[in-house]
Structure formats: structure tokens, C-alpha cells
């Protein structure tokens, strides 16, 4: 797997797991859907990872199911579940504070 360079502020916080991959690249693509193989390689996981927790995350309502193109369900946030949105409101907001303080350091 191809490691990405520049992580996300989201992934700097709370760690680089492939849990917390895929949901980032969720996050950062809400309002689109993905086929599981588009997810695990958008999100730098292997397929098979994907497929060990994957099922939990439709389970607890983190996504759902929104279609099915051939044989390939496609999925994406679930925008309707609390947890979710607070997930979103927390990256916005940690996006936002490392911008003003990027700010400061350069007015200083």
C-alpha cells in the first residue's frame, strides 16, 4: 500500500488506522458514493482490512447502502446519524483552528 505523504489534520489527531482512513476519506467525500473497492484504494487500505470492519461501520449506521451498479454496491456517509455529523463538525473544526493558527504564526 502506497502511503500518503501529506496526512490529513483529522489523521494527525487521533492516528493512522485504517478505521480512521477510511472514514477521513469519507469524511472528505460525503457528499459522493463509492463502490468498497474505490473506498479501500481512495483510503490507502487493502481490500481484505476493509472487508474486517466494514460490515460493523453499515451495522452501526456510520454508512449505508445507497445503490447497486452491476454487482457493486455503493456506499457513503451516513449524514443522518448523529455520530456521523459530529465526526464532520469535529474535522471542520479542527481544519479551522490549524488554518488560524497558520494565521497567527504568520502575523506574528
Known sequence: MKIKENKSIFLEC???TPQLRV????????????PITA???ESNV?????????DEFIKNGIVINTRKVGKSD????????P???????????LIKNKTLS??????N
Open 102 to 107: 497558520k494565521e497567527q504564526i504568520l502575523t
Open 46 to 54: 487493502s481490500y481484505n482490512s476493509l472487508k474486517t470492519f466494514f
Open 23 to 34: 472514514i477521513d476519506f469519507l469524511i472528505d467525500n460525503h457528499f459522493f458514493d463509492y
Open 83 to 93: 455520530f456521523v455529523s459530529n465526526l464532520i463538525k469535529l474535522d471542520w473544526s
Open 14 to 16: 487521533f492516528g493512522d
Open 39 to 41: 473506498i479501500a484504494k
Open 74 to 81: 455503493y456506499y457513503q456517509l451516513n449524514l443522518k446519524n
